[in-house]
């Protein structure tokens, strides 16, 4: 065991307005946990979200919206180095080193690249796009990141950025930390609350399907109280035979810390209807604070934005010194500094 703490690194894109409840028990959730005991770095990848087609009136918003969701949900700006990626240059300037050294080959067998394009043909796509996984490893490769937890469908992309790594590295001398592929454990998948068969996300075929953390609490209680139950009416964690009261038992579990078998020993005998009662209470008592604490942040711009120019500053504290390495080991001249 070394004294220093692993530094782990994450990054979530600003594409929505707002969070749902998958991405928080998914993903926020996991982040505020391991901001006490790892060195974290988490950012804003909106070099990542001009990608693909977006929307130049709404980005800024959604990056705040974003930022402040994650704070409000315990995202510590003083524990966590905690910032906006186009805040810091370096992210830009490792990435174009990197597309150097990546073969044009390698970068089209990137499978995230080919299902995007499938449909729409490689010419809708943009140079940006193809480059997405180089960028992606620049972020990690600058802050020499041990850890980065990401859903399995990142897996690739980190593959990429170990294979990266290990060449500069060999060509260039000892430079960066070669990230650790696990995937940190999958922690409970929320499903749609309609279709439990898919897992929930922005672009369900219902809106009820989806819980929106910064929608209204009742709307909220509301889509519990609708969601989609099995046959029969035994209250039972079994996710093959009971895929819809198994996804109200985790959220359940995920948001009290209680675990799945005490509240199947507490729902023993009663109905689908008292779980979905008291699950939807739940939420209420979970969306509203969250929400207060989003629109107090976002109510107050100037201070946001004061924090997550003090996450940049910390975060380019670190990427300045990993670039200027990568700099002067490819040969580049360093230019003289001003004044003479
Ligand atoms: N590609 C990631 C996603 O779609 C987001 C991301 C960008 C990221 N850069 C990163 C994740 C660096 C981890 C590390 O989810």
Redesign the pocket.
Known sequence: MTAARQRI?????PTADSLHLGNYIGAVRQWVAMQDQYEAVFFI?DL?AITVDFDPAALATRTRTVAAQYIAAGVDPEKAIFFVQSHVPEHAELAWVLNCLTGFGEASRMTQFKDKTAKSGSDAATLGLFAYPTL?AA??LLYQADL?P??ED?RQ?LELTRTLANRFNTRFGETFTVPEATILKETAKIYDLQNPAAKMSKTGESPNGAIQLLEDPKIAAKRIKSAVTDDGTEIRFDAEAKPGVSNLLTIYSSLTGRSIAELEEAYAGKMYGHLKVDLAEVMVDFVTPLRARTAELLDDPAELDRLLAHGAQRARAIASVTLQDVYNKVGLLAPATAGR
Not at 9 to 13: A, F, R
């Open positions: 690194l994450s990054g979530v894109k990848p990542h992606m972020d990690i980065v990401v859903g990142q992309h």
